[in-house]
T-cell receptor
Framework: RKEVEQDPGPFNVPEGATVAFNCTYS??????FFWYRQDCRKEPKLLMS???SGNEDGRFTAQLNRASQYISLLIRDSKLSDSATYLC????????????FGAGTQVVVTP | ETGVTQTPRHLVMGMTNKKSLKCEQH?????MYWYKQSAKKPLELMFV???????ENNSVPSRFSPECPNSSHLFLHLHTLQPEDSALYLC????????????FGPGTRLTVL
């Protein structure tokens, strides 16, 4: 089993719609969780951290479910500029600065 | 603007060539990383440096040789590469804490012929 699993997509989303997707992880020692965004042929950039209580940043909402070992990302009122690959990223308590990346979920927002 | 720069942005090399990738960060961070990203695969951590000391070598073949002369610069020396080494090589920096964000450079897209 992969340490970080994501549905590769693509998720084709009409502009203005809502899209949500999950990421599951296998290491229960995972401590910190992030969503990164990667545009085509560009570097990953931090979108948001994911906190135990869930958190929201504008149109983006992230949730963490430690019991079931998954995190989720929801995008409301999708914009064309939201088209990207969203990477699930986590770190564990036994490794400093060492991040584990999922392969990403591709989102394509269509007019 | 990312604060982490990488050169060259694109590199094509033969299997017998020797080349070097360069990364520079202007963020005052103490940890730097090399990652490899192949198509449709997760980023693979290759090397980690903290305070200019290598603290992680993730079973990377010896044809990849990192160098960190100071906390702002990181190199990846390439020698006798294979076609399967063709990928996007990303440099990142952070403070050496598992909860801190890593900032990535734009990457070097490497093609080995």
């Amino acid at each position: 089993r992969k340490e970080v699993e994501q549905d590769p997509g693509p998720f084709n989303v009409p502009e203005g719609a809502t899209v949500a997707f999950n990421c599951t992880y296998s290491n229960s020692a995972s401590q910190s969780f992030f969503w990164y965004r990667q545009d085509c042929r560009k570097e990953p950039k931090l979108l948001m951290s994911v906190y135990s209580s869930g958190n929201e940043d504008g149109r983006f909402t992230a949730q963490l479910n430690r019991a079931s070992q998954y995190i989720s990302l929801l995008i409301r009122d999708s914009k064309l500029s939201d088209s990207a690959t969203y990477l699930c990223v986590l770190s564990t308590t036994d490794s400093w600065g060492k991040l584990q990346f999922g392969a990403g979920t591709q989102v394509v927002v269509t007019p | 603007e990312t604060g982490v720069t990488q050169t060259p942005r694109h590199l094509v090399m033969g299997m017998t060539n020797k080349k070097s990738l360069k990364c520079e960060q202007h963020l005052g961070h103490n940890a730097m990383y090399w990652y490899k990203q192949s198509a449709k695969k997760p980023l693979e951590l290759m090397f980690v440096y903290s305070l200019e000391e290598r603290v992680e070598n993730n079973s990377v073949p010896s044809r990849f040789s990192p160098e960190c002369p100071n906390s702002s610069h990181l190199f990846l020396h390439l020698h006798t590469l294979q076609p399967e080494d063709s990928a996007l090589y990303l440099c990142a920096s952070s403070q050496p804490n598992s909860t801190d964000t890593q900032y990535f450079g734009p990457g070097t897209r490497l093609t080995v012929l």
